[in-house]
């Protein structure tokens, strides 16, 4: 259902948008806690390990830490600008990416959109992501710095931060504009690219196992879809990792007093120089914080999104079908 074929029941771009804003919407209600400790990772200056200088020192500590300290629902602090972020993104990268690869389809080679669909699935799904998170740069910064920020809060809710961050300067719900489209380029073409050519890999290995007696299950389908999906986030979210680190710390410049309690604040004047402050300060290793939780998180969220978008599509086709046939 990811991908145009003529062969397959054509849907209409408001059922694409429909079906990628559900699949966002409970995707992000179910890994956001997995976020925010990825995003505190991220925003560490100090090593993520046992030392006396560190706050969050591993994964399970962090949990434990996060709720002593700021309450149980504090793992999903910033979700009203996550789903907000999910209702634009969704809708706006599948349905984008339908349509692009509907026009690949009809206007490029067929080598392209057969025998290198995992080519074409790649370049589509760069463009989209690059034209969703423009539309949706706004609410990542807003969800940031919620995030970001701890006890006593500085921002009371979305409303709050949109307010505040205004009296900053527009531009400010800009920040971190530069990595962001560098990272969501290769991210999102990466993740459609990979889906693509793992769908591809599971079909030869399922039809080898008919061709010997083996017929796969009712459920085989919804398997496909989130095995090849978790692993295409593990593999794009790993190729483009450090690029996810620079643009969290340069969304919270200007926003050092709500990370007081956290440990060391550092100011960065872009992406090269941000960079270069890491690897100085922190080590290479320092452009990877936060990359356990982030690949679990990878894993569940695209193995989730691409399979509720499945899910979605298929109801919506199963409506279709049935209203048709009144």
């Given at each position: 259902?990811?991908?145009?074929?003529?062969?397959?029941?054509?849907?209409?771009?408001?059922?694409?948008?429909?079906?990628?804003?559900?699949?966002?919407?409970?995707?992000?209600?179910?890994?956001?806690?997995?976020?925010?400790?990825?995003?505190?990772?991220?925003?560490?200056?100090?090593?993520?390990?046992?030392?006396?200088?560190?706050?969050?020192?591993?994964?399970?500590?962090?949990?434990?830490?996060?709720?002593?300290?700021?309450?149980?629902?504090?793992?999903?602090?910033?979700?009203?600008?996550?789903?907000?972020?999910?209702?634009?993104?969704?809708?706006i990268a599948f349905a984008s990416f339908e349509f692009l690869t509907r026009q690949a389809w009809h206007y490029l080679p067929q080598k392209m959109s057969k025998e290198y669909r995992p080519v074409t699935h790649f370049l589509c799904g760069s463009m989209s992501g690059c034209i969703a998170s423009v539309a949706c740069q706004p609410f990542d910064v807003i969800r940031t710095r919620l995030v970001a920020q701890g006890e006593p809060k500085i921002y009371n809710g979305i409303i709050h931060a949109a307010r505040c961050m205004l009296a900053e300067g527009t531009l400010t719900f800009f920040k971190g504009m530069v990595p962001t489209?560098?990272?969501?380029?290769?991210?999102?073409?990466?993740?459609?690219?990979?889906?693509?050519?793992?769908?591809?890999?599971?079909?030869?290995?399922?039809?080898?196992a008919e061709e010997h007696g083996h017929h796969h299950t009712r459920y085989a389908g919804m398997l496909e879809s989130l095995v090849c999906g978790s692993a295409a986030g593990i593999v794009g979210k790993g190729a483009v990792y450090p690029l996810d680190v620079v643009k969290k710390r340069l969304q919270i410049q200007g926003f050092e007093e709500a990370r007081v309690s956290f440990g060391r604040v550092k100011r960065y004047n872009g992406l090269i120089h941000c960079v270069l402050c890491i690897v100085k300060d922190e080590g290479v290793i320092g452009l990877y914080k936060g990359l356990g939780p982030s690949l679990l998180k990878a894993a569940a969220v695209t193995g989730l999104s691409f399979f509720v978008y499945e899910q979605c599509c298929s109801l919506i086709v199963e409506l279709k079908s049935g209203s048709d046939t009144d």
């Open positions: 259902m990811v991908g145009y074929h003529p062969l397959k029941y054509e849907l209409s771009k408001f059922d694409h948008a429909l079906a990628g804003g559900v699949s966002g919407i409970v995707t992000r209600s179910l890994t956001q806690p997995l976020d925010v400790i990825k995003i505190r990772f991220q925003l560490q200056t100090e090593p993520i390990a046992k030392t006396p200088t560190s706050k969050y020192k591993g994964l399970r500590q962090s949990f434990r830490k996060i709720i002593r300290e700021e309450g149980f629902w504090s793992l999903w602090k910033g979700h009203v600008a996550v789903q907000s972020f999910s209702l634009i993104y969704g809708p489209l560098v990272q969501a380029a290769p991210y999102a073409g990466l993740q459609f690219g990979f889906y693509s050519l793992f769908k591809n890999i599971w079909n030869m290995a399922e039809h080898y």
